[in-house]
Antibody
Framework: EVQLVESGGGLVQPGRSLRLSCAAS????????MHWVRQAPGKGLEWVSG????????DYADSVKGRFTISRDNAKSSLYLQMNSLRAEDMAFYYC??????????????WGQGTTVTVSS | DIQMTQSPSSLSASVGDRVTISCQAS??????LNWHQQKSGKGPKVLIY???SLQTGVPTRFGGSGSGTNFTLTIFSLQPEDIATYYC?????????FGGGTKVEI
């Protein structure tokens, strides 16, 4: 069974950093692209970032470009999101999502349960 | 960037009703569309991919159709467990984008 388990969320002050992790199991992690998607309280879904199977292709939403960095460690079957210069508008539930393809396509097929990021002083 | 517009934003129907949710893309996305279901307090789940293909394990009362710019999610016979918010999502071009969601109530 495919499982994605996010961790690393928490309360952080504006301007500070946080690193999210996603532990994957149940599939060949290094065959697939991965994504981070977030959902602000009471709002809809927003794609944040994606990375292809080997980390050679990355992309970001304009709202996080220059502040967030996506990465992966295929040996550990893990996905990461380094979030710097956090703002109040970054407060959200963050989901790790598996793609159907190795190329950065966006055909999401399995979601994790998410981790909460709260940005407040 | 591609904008995705869903309608209606919410609907109320009875058990056994046929429910239709629409999604319109701001440009041609061919068939590169997912439908996601999110139940209250849970993470989303993929129902439909490639506009009309049913994800493994999803009940056959769910169906997707459309191509180009206009797409539809149909629940052929609404069940109590279908209470959720439904989102369309395009993957024709990056950045990926979602519709605003349709909340389905009974």
């Amino acid at each position: 069974e495919v499982q994605l388990v996010e961790s690393g969320g928490g309360l952080v002050q504006p301007g500070r950093s946080l690193r999210l992790s996603c532990a994957a199991s149940g599939f060949s992690f290094d065959d697939y692209s991965m994504h981070w998607v977030r959902q602000a309280p009471g709002k809809g879904l927003e794609w944040v970032s994606g990375i292809n199977w080997n980390g050679g292709t990355l992309d970001y939403a304009d709202s996080v470009k220059g502040r967030f960095t996506i990465s992966r460690d295929n040996a550990k079957s893990s996905l990461y999101l380094q979030m710097n210069s956090l703002r109040a508008e970054d407060m959200a539930f963050y989901y790790c999502v598996k793609d159907r393809a190795g190329t950065l396509h966006g055909a999401m097929d399995v979601w994790g349960q998410g981790t909460t990021v709260t940005v407040s002083s | 960037d591609i904008q995705m517009t869903q309608s209606p934003s919410s609907l109320s129907a009875s058990v056994g009703d046929r429910v239709t949710i629409s999604c319109q893309a701001s440009q041609d996305i061919r068939y590169f569309l997912n439908w996601h279901q999110q139940k209250s307090g849970k993470g989303p789940k993929v129902l439909i991919y490639d506009a009309s293909s049913l994800q493994t394990g999803v009940p056959t009362r769910f169906g997707g159709s459309g191509s180009g710019t206009n797409f539809t999610l149909t629940i052929f016979s609404l069940q109590p467990e279908d209470i959720a918010t439904y989102y369309c999502q395009q993957y024709h071009k990056l950045p990926l984008s979602f519709g605003g969601g349709t909340k389905v109530e009974i």
